[in-house]
């Protein structure tokens, strides 16, 4: 009897490891999905906190990817130990605080420890030698299968030509003639496969998944670790930085100023952790204080705040300091003059 | 009437942590057992219901009260 051997394969939720998959199954292969949460997924986040943004269709894309398939999918919170990952990566940062190499070792690492545990035989990535600078050459995917521990059972079906064949292919498991030899930044050649399968409603191919790739937010993570004095973050810290307008007056606080009303709800449930800053005479921000503050401090951030609600242009603004023990405070001030708020102090 | 036998609370949490909270709930669950669980996150109505499909679990209800998502789902046989 023959043994139907089954691999697991890594979506993220675009499209090269959606034909990955594909082209693995289409072997008989039996593929589960695995997709990590780093607490760093761009998928939905601003989405479900701006209310603006609710009117766009949405879906999570690693699940419309395992419903494309018809695979199941199983979605691990990888979180807590991902931190050491951001906070002191091997292998360095790329352009950002993105540590992207480090991040595919992890992955993997924890995508053989699953299949170990489940009896799998081997594992997918929709990697293609060339496509990204720092996790996908030739000299990286060494690194990540030497790393990980996951030897020749990392198969990479749409660049496999380019490598030597690993297990699932010495085997015979899979017919390495039915692989392909992908590489280089093009994405015709996936776009190409993706037509032949009938896939045409996949995930911009060019999105980025990780919000440590993008500029504004590794900048505004960078200040964090700064202020605080030591690189380390909770999962509430990161949620912040992907909302409103920040602002760094002075070194020992920062403001977290709600752009509209889905971002003033969200920050709202923050009441127990920081200092608010809720505006009564006019419609305006939900502003959170992040630091020791003095009273002081205070003023400063409430002119601030003022600034950017609609009573800009008025001589007072009066609103309630809500600090984290539950006490209130009237506070009623003068807007800060636009020319006073500095452009150092926007993260 | 359905019977609930588990209750989960994930308010506050954004996609995808609803769907992981119901994915480590439900795979402890028999077939045929049900869970309630209240969120907050608008794409949790579409997130769980497409994790439930991949996965062999039933939407009984689901139903929006006082801003708060509220879904019943019964486990199938791979739960």
């Known amino acids: 009897m023959t043994i139907r051997r089954r691999a697991l394969a890594l979506i993220s939720g675009g499209l090269d490891s959606l034909l990955a998959a594909r082209v693995v199954m289409e072997q008989g292969i039996h593929v589960e999905g695995i997709n990590f949460y780093t607490g760093f997924c761009v998928e939905g986040h601003t989405h479900a906190i701006r209310k603006k943004d609710r009117t766009r269709p949405r879906r999570n894309n690693a699940l419309w990817v395992a419903e494309e398939l018809g695979i199941r999918l199983h979605i ?23 540590p992207c190499l480090d991040c595919k070792c992890f992955m993997v690492g924890k995508a053989v420890e699953w299949i170990e545990k489940q009896g799998f035989d081997f594992i997918i990535t929709g990697e293609v030698i060339g496509q990204r600078p720092m996790s996908q050459r030739r000299d990286t995917m060494r690194i990540v299968v030497r790393e990980s521990g996951v030897g020749e059972r990392l198969l990479r079906p749409l660049c496999a030509k380019n490598l030597s064949p690993t297990l699932p292919e010495q085997k015979g498991w899979v017919d390495r003639d039915k692989l392909f030899g992908f590489s280089g930044r093009s994405r015709k050649p996936q776009m190409a496969l993706a037509r032949r399968f009938g896939l045409t409603d996949y995930a911009q191919p060019a999105g ?19 202020a605080r004095g030591s690189r380390e973050y909770e999962l509430d810290d990161i949620m912040l930085l992907k909302v409103g307008r920040h602002l760094r007056p002075r070194p020992h606080f920062k403001l977290i100023i709600g752009r509209e009303e889905g971002e003033n709800n969200f920050l709202q449930g923050y009441r127990h952790q920081f200092i608010q800053l809720r505006i009564n005479s006019h419609p305006g921000p939900l502003t959170l204080i992040d630091g020791e503050v003095t009273p002081d401090d205070c003023g400063l951030a409430a002119r601030i705040a003022a600034r950017f609600s609609a009573g800009r242009d008025a001589e007072e603004v009066e609103m309630l300091l809500l600090d984290r023990d539950g006490s209130e405070q009237l506070l009623r001030v003068a807007p800060l003059p636009v020319a006073e708020i500095r452009p150092e102090w926007y993260l | ?29 028999v077939a045929g057992e049900m869970l309630e669980v209240i969120c907050t996150d608008p794409g949790a109505a579409s997130d769980i ?11 009984l209800d689901m139903e929006e009260r006082e801003g708060e998502l ?9 739960g």
């Open chain 1, 208 to 226: 980025g998944c990780c919000f440590l790739t993008d500029e504004a937010y590794s900048r505004k993570l960078a200040d964090l670790w700064q």
């Open chain 2, 1 to 29: 009437m359905v019977s609930v036998k588990y209750r989960l609370d994930a308010r506050r949490l954004l996609c995808p942590l609803p769907v992981i909270r119901v994915q480590d709930r439900m795979n402890s669950m």
């Open chain 2, 49 to 59: 219901p497409a994790w439930c499909r991949i996965n062999g679990h039933k939407i």
């Open chain 1, 76 to 98: 691990v919170d990888v979180s807590e130990q991902y931190k050491n990952v951001v906070i002191n990566p091997k292998h360095g940062y790329g352009a950002n605080l993105n």
């Open chain 2, 70 to 78: 509220v879904i019943v789902i019964e486990a199938g046989k791979s």
